[in-house]
């Protein structure tokens, strides 16, 4: 049996946001910075038209992104060689160190809820300013 307490379940309304590495602005959802979360997080992550993310992977962190709204392309590999095209409905699974790195381009906003594998999404984010270069000819 285990044991509860009165505040052990909480609620994390809208309203708060956290810039990530990533160069992002995240509503901030549960995570060990609102909830005390140790093992997975959950945000929300709004792009606009023409936005991508700086190219990253997390290191030894997997990743799920639901896409809620909208339409957005997922570069991934060493090379960002391959890539997805998400639609609203859609899951993205990213195992642990693969490089990615979404990217909107579909002429309108898009929203994903992503939930990362540690009570942190800024847990083990290593950033690829190389590849960025790259990503932006794509």
Known sequence: MTTSTADSVQVVSPGRTHVGKQGFTYG?????E???AQQICMHV???????????????G???????LSGKCIVFYGDALEHHVTAHAGDHVF???DVVHAPCNKSGAPCTWI????SGSDQ????????????????
């Open 28 to 32: 901030s959802g549960a995570s060990a």
């Open 34 to 36: 609102t909830v005390g």
């Open 45 to 59: 992550l709004p792009m606009p038209d023409g936005t991508r993310a700086k190219v990253h992977y997390h290191k």
């Open 61 to 67: 962190i997997e990743t799920i992104a639901y896409l």
């Open 94 to 96: 990213v195992p642990p």
């Open 114 to 117: 992503v939930v990362h594998g």
């Open 123 to 138: 847990d083990g984010i290593v950033l690829l300013p190389k590849l960025d270069e790259l990503l932006s000819s794509k």
